[in-house]
């Protein structure tokens, strides 16, 4: 088995098996049992997901999986796979995205090249022949924040913003399934555009507040922990 494949297939394997021994996954050789693989590449995917902090080992007492998942590279890894993340750890990222894109909006203004205008045309224009066609702009509504992003110049900034959009690629699937939504965001995609390419960062970064309202609305009416404060664009 490859490691590209046999990766995911442990890191769920090894939450589903923990879940039920108080956070102890199975031993080196119980799992290279399990998947009929050498323990070498047992060995190897468990140094990965340790390194992502998804599990930790303990000294003579054997592998356990965190109970938060671990940090932003294991959270991406989860959500490429499809593997499954607390809602708890989904709403914070869907709300450290909000706080990256307004100051992304505003640095944007000041900082975007002709090159990135050039590409937030065209995606831009292929997002109104989506919408002709009747169809959803959850892929092109994630390359025109990212644009924004690159706009800023910072590539750690941009890292980090690629990382949490990998997080929200299946919910924006669901998100975008309503045509209003489709049709409102991309004249709101509009009106950013038309304040970035006027170098008005105030004016950017408020339309980017009122824009992300809308979606943090949504999703924290379904992914908002019990107890927390109503999740708000201010």
Not at 12 to 37: C, M, Q, W
Not at 145 to 174: D, G, M, P, W
Not at 175 to 196: G, M, T, W
């Amino acid at each position: 088995m490859q490691q590209e494949d046999f990766l995911p297939s442990l890191a769920a394997y090894l939450i589903e098996t923990a879940r039920t021994n108080g956070g102890k996954a199975p031993s080196e050789r119980d799992l290279a049992e399990h998947f009929s693989v050498s323990r070498g590449q047992v060995r190897e995917a468990l140094a990965i997901l340790e390194s992502m902090q998804v599990i930790e080992r303990r000294a003579k007492s054997g592998i356990y999986v965190n109970g938060g998942i671990g940090g932003l590279a294991a959270m991406s890894f989860f959500a490429r796979f499809g593997l499954p993340l607390e809602n708890r750890q989904i709403f914070e990222a869907v709300e450290v995205r909000k706080i990256h894109e307004i100051k992304a909006a505003e640095l944007a203004a000041s900082r975007a090249t002709e090159d990135n205008f050039a590409r937030l045309r065209d995606i831009l224009a292929r997002s109104e022949q989506r919408l002709r066609l009747g169809e959803g702009l959850d892929q092109l509504d994630q390359e025109f924040h990212l644009e924004i992003v690159r706009a800023t110049q910072n590539s750690i900034f941009l890292n980090i913003c690629t990382s949490f959009y990998a997080l929200s690629q299946n919910r924006l699937k669901v998100y975008f399934r309503s045509p209003e939504r489709n049709r409102k965001s991309h004249e709101e995609h509009l009106q950013i555009f038309d304040a970035v390419l006027r170098r008005d960062a105030a004016l950017s970064s408020a339309l980017m507040v009122s824009h992300l309202r809308g979606a943090m609305s949504y999703w924290s009416e379904i992914l908002e922990p019990p107890g927390a404060d109503p999740v708000t664009a201010e």
